[in-house]
């Protein structure tokens, strides 16, 4: 019986801490520092890599110069070519993902941009290596000149908005989180998006949106990528799942549940 209730108390004690964990501290799914040089393409996310994954790049053209890393950052050249990297992800049901990037345009006054999102890789691939509302179902840009668009649901839910007249050299981190629903056949997703410059919060360009479960269906990847202008993206990070607040209430009424168990059996 003794030993019945200590098994009881630990697991109590460990569904309990469990319910104390933060977002932060729940899980990494990827983790780049890009700390490596070489093509994107075929190299490992790290420190952190959950799936056993590599990164893979979608070009517009064989001409386009490969993404490469430089030991602190993902670079992907100016040049006339559209270009995608993506990394494989399944979303959960009743969880929360938060997929963070810092991005620095080079200098240049130009409306194309660098982009990141949540997307479908066969959509990015076959249009060909676009992350554009075909194939990204939550996604972002920043402009070389400054504007800062959201969009989700494959369709254009804002206009370009800006602060700079170039964002050229000016660094931006940008987080998009994704909300799932309990049932994934029949549920809608909510997505918001944010930024440390504060770009991103306009009427121009919404914080928040939400995906039909047909659209979230479609999620299969996180994607990076380019139009045309030159940039880097850095300390990339994907976090999740972080189970929503009514999966912690269980959490924390199963563990209260072993505890009454554990007293009642040293009682006995």
């Known amino acids: 019986m003794k030993a019945i209730r ?10 309990v801490a469990l319910a104390g964990i933060s977002a932060s501290q729940a899980g990494i799914i990827y983790q780049d520092n890009f700390a490596r040089t070489g093509n994107l393409a075929g190299s490992t996310p790290a420190p952190t890599d959950a799936t056993a994954s590599t990164w893979a790049v979608s070009e517009q053209s064989t001409f386009a110069t490969a993404p490469t890393t430089n030991g602190s950052a993902a ?11 993506y990394l494989p992800f399944t979303p959960q049901a009743n969880a929360t993902y938060a997929f963070t990037l810092t991005i620095t345009p080079t ?17 990015t691939v076959g249009s060909p290596g676009s992350i554009n509302n075909n194939g990204t179902e939550a996604w972002l840009i920043y ?23 170039s964002a050229g050299g000016i660094s931006d981190t940008f987080t998009i989180t994704l909300t799932t629903p309990a049932d994934l056949s029949t549920g809608s997703a909510g997505i918001t998006f944010y930024d ?3 770009l991103i919060g306009s009427s121009l360009s919404p914080r928040t949106g939400s995906l039909t479960a047909a659209e979230l269906a479609n999620v299969d990847s996180i994607i990076i990528g380019n139009q045309y202008i030159g940039g880097t993206f ?19 009424m199963g563990g209260g549940g072993l505890l009454l168990m554990g007293r009642r059996c040293r009682i006995v």
């Open 6 to 15: 200590n098994h009881l108390l630990v697991a109590a004690a460990a569904v």
């Open 75 to 85: 670079d992907f050249a100016a040049v006339n070519y559209v270009q995608a990297a």
């Open 107 to 123: 200098a240049g006054t130009s409306a194309n941009w660098l982009a990141m999102g949540f997307g479908n890789t066969a959509a």
């Open 143 to 165: 402009r070389d000149n400054g504007g800062t668009q959201s969009f989700y649901g494959g369709a254009t839910n804002s206009a370009a908005s800006g602060s700079y007249a």
């Open 196 to 198: 440390s410059l504060g």
């Open 234 to 252: 850095a300390g990339l990070e994907l976090g999740g799942p972080v189970p929503e607040p009514g999966t912690w209430g269980l959490l924390v």
